[in-house]
């Protein structure tokens, strides 16, 4: 079935500096999605991925597919501390679905 | 608009008993899904639903098990509560997941003593 991994388990960072999270999947996949859940909360939608070698910016959130469509990444520029949380990929094989396991960011102010 | 509502917010169960939780989606959407969340295994499918009928099914025990009634609300138990079993348990709705992404509840968080 379908394996996914995201790196790194966790980040530490000096605010301001960047953040990035990877998710590959084994498979190729139709889509891709993101989410953030802070700590004692509960994830929330950022982002959905389709194309090959898409890429979406959201303020300082950059959102990248593979042109394989076999990995994604996301990347935060400038990290501040509201950045804290989990990150999830949610990976798509047409209906098969799966999270990663989330990477895990905490920013030193 | 009403976002996702689980109940109850926490819950705390005996080992061997069984309990139920409760979750009412986003108007309209009648997608829901479940998941449990653990801090050593993250976040964990266990089903899916759509217009009442299991669409998809993690690889969960059969002491977990679920239902989706016609307003789109939906149930989850679990028979014969194991110490393991306790986590914050999540439950998301979606018009089109594969189009607009799950909306997530605020979970239920079950100890099992």
């Known amino acids: 079935g379908q394996q996914v991994m995201q790196i790194p388990q966790y980040q530490h960072v000096q605010e301001g500096e960047d953040f990035t999270t990877y998710c590959n999947s084994s498979t190729t996949l139709s889509n891709i999605q993101w989410y953030k859940q802070r700590p004692g909360g509960h994830p929330v939608f950022l982002i959905q991925l389709v194309k090959s070698g898409e890429v979406k910016k959201q303020k300082r959130l950059t959102f990248q597919f593979g042109e394989a469509k076999k990995n994604s990444s996301l990347h935060i520029t400038a990290t501040q501390t509201t950045d804290v949380g989990t990150y999830f990929c949610?990976?798509?094989?047409?209906?098969?679905?799966?999270f990663g396991a989330g990477t895990r960011l905490t920013v030193k102010p | 608009k009403a976002g996702v509502t689980q109940t109850p917010r926490y819950l705390i169960k005996t080992r061997g008993q069984q309990v139920t939780l409760s979750c009412s989606p986003i108007s309209g959407h009648r997608s829901v899904s479940w998941y449990q969340q653990t801090p050593g295994q993250g976040l964990q499918f266990l089903f899916e639903y759509f217009s009442e009928t299991q669409r998809n099914k993690g690889n969960f025990p059969g002491r977990f098990s679920g239902r989706q009634f016609s307003n789109s609300r939906s149930e989850m138990n679990v028979s014969t509560l194991e110490l393991g079993d306790s986590a914050l348990y999540l439950c998301?709705?979606?018009?089109?997941?594969?189009?607009?992404?799950?909306?997530f509840g605020s979970g239920t968080r079950l100890t099992v003593v």
């Open positions: 949610a990976a798509y094989n047409n209906n098969d679905m799966r």
């Open positions: 998301a709705s979606s018009l089109v997941s594969r189009v607009y992404g799950y909306t």
